[in-house]
């Protein structure tokens, strides 16, 4: 098993930047692929960003590319989402993820799943 914490959510003016943080514990963690998703209510929820157990491959969807920048730091079991000008549609509840499949674009390649963190961003 393996836990997964997000933290880091919050408002934020359009422009702004928020950087999330997902804490995780149980099982060996530099070895999972990472995502973030988010979701909306009544939308799916969606990829965001992964990166690979080796902290080198990494893999955005467009819409945040050159915006977002995910990293992982394997001595604290810690995946960030650093999140620069962002847009009012940018607001949703972001996930931390954990599978075994790079990039990992789908949902269903996750097996573990973090509790959600509110990002709002106001105009």
């Not at 919050?10 to 514990?25: D, E, I, M, P, T």
């Not at 893999?59 to 009012?88: C, E, H, W």
């Not at 789908?106 to 963190?117: A, K, R, S, V």
Request: proline fraction near 2%; charged fraction near 20%; aromatic fraction near 14%.
């Amino acid at each position: 098993q393996v836990q997964l914490v997000e933290s880091g959510g919050g408002l934020v003016q359009a422009g702004g930047s928020l950087r999330l943080s997902c804490a995780a514990s149980g099982r060996t963690f530099s070895r999972y692929v990472m995502g973030w998703f988010r979701q909306v209510p009544g939308k799916e929820r969606e990829f965001v960003a992964a990166v690979h157990w080796n902290g080198i491959s990494i893999d955005y969807v467009d819409f945040v590319k050159g915006r977002f920048t995910i990293s992982r730091d394997s001595a604290d079991n810690t995946v960030y989402l650093q999140m620069n000008s962002l847009k009012p549609e940018d607001t949703a509840v972001y996930y931390c993820a954990a599978g075994g499949v790079y990039p990992g674009r789908f949902i269903y390649e996750y097996d573990y799943w973090g509790q959600g963190t509110q990002v709002t961003v106001s105009s």
